[in-house]
């Protein structure tokens, strides 16, 4: 058996599966690019674990926020992201957090690739639709943020036989 899997239910192989945050921003919530992120990320295999759309209160904000706490930036990032409800998510795969990291593109749209969500959907830096973990550890940390284990829920995407080898 090959390093990462484990044996399954009798249905074959099972993967070991990683996890990954993302949040649609307030700009992307009221532009309703809500579907067309979920659309993107499915399409890629990903399977979403956990939802919900909310205004982030202020202690999550600067939990979520926390290594932009000294930069100049940070006040109107803050305010911005305080200002209209975003839409939190968990998304399982393997190696989530890299593969919706190249789907989300760069983090300024002008450098941003076509075909990635930033690329494709935002123009402006500090609107730029989508906020996603940048590494395994940055996703646990700010899954732990946002949702309660027993928020995260497992099931079997009836594709995931085709999906993974």
Known sequence: MDP??????????NLSMDRTFVMVKPD???????GEVITRLEQKG??????????LPEK?????YREHLEKPFFPSLRHYIESGP??????EGRD???VVRRIVGATNPA?????TIRGDLAVDIGRNVI????SPASASREIAIHFPATEIVSYKRVDETVLYE
């Open 4 to 13: 990462g899997r484990k044996k399954g239910d009798g249905e074959g192989v």
């Open 131 to 134: 906020h996603a973990s940048d």
């Open 28 to 34: 992307g919530v009221a532009r309703g690019l809500i």
């Open 86 to 91: 975003c839409f939190l998510m968990v998304w």
């Open 46 to 55: 990903l399977k979403l674990v956990a939802a919900r759309l909310e205004r």
């Open 111 to 115: 450098e941003a690739a076509p075909g």
């Open 96 to 98: 989530a957090a890299a």
């Open 60 to 64: 999550r904000v600067m939990e979520q």
